[in-house]
């Protein structure tokens, strides 16, 4: 279970405060997966970092229950300094999984080759982000926070990402944020919409979309 209780996220601009969460409260509990929309700037992927322990909220609280992934598409939790295969190693070590299945999945999943032994400094991105979502994928989560990253990659990547996903499904929930009204129609059985810092539930997809896209 997550669940959020009157977050505020503000950030400090040349202008005054920018409220990107505004008084947001909800839960997600374990079962279908949950998709977040909103345009670009919402505050989306902020969100899923405060979900995800990555970042703190202005004020308000974040109850978790179970196990929780990094956010998948972010790679800001590396160090860069160290390669890939170190960053892999450490968060095995945290996880308490054996890094050397981890590897093997990593490197079959991510055509990183031999960049995964280069400092994570030298990666693209993109390559940042399939590091994530490899090693996210080979341990098991109760609840997967992913953002956008089905936009990560080649064809071939984005194939495996939607296998994987599907894999996940059968005993996780996916929490997916996106600005693409068809990644959470394909994947998502509940939607909340966040305009103007504040959060709009809907249980029928498809209504969700609907005032989405009037936005």
Known sequence: MIAAENLVKRYKTTTG????????????????????????????????????GAERPTSGVIHREGTISWPIGFGG???????????????CRIYGVDYKDVVAFVLKFSDLGDYLYMPVSSYSSGMRAKLAF????????????????????????RKRCQDEF????????????????????????????LDDGKLLEFDDVDEGIALYEKL
Do not use: W
Request: charged share 20%; with cysteine.
């Open 17 to 52: 405060y920018n409220t990107v969460l505004n008084d947001v409260t909800f839960k997600i509990g374990k079962g279908p997966n949950v998709g977040f929309l909103g345009k670009n700037g919402a505050g989306k992927s902020t969100l899923l970092r405060i979900l995800g």
């Open 77 to 91: 939790g590396f160090q860069g300094s160290m390669s890939g295969f170190d960053n892999l190693r450490f968060i």
């Open 134 to 157: 490899g090693i996210s994928m080979a341990i098991n989560f109760d609840f997967y926070l992913v953002d956008e990253v089905t936009a990560v990659g080649d064809a071939t990547f």
């Open 166 to 193: 599907g894999k996940r499904s059968e005993h996780s929930t996916l929490v997916i944020v996106s600005h693409n009204k068809n990644t959470i129609k394909s994947y998502c059985e509940k939607v909340y919409v």
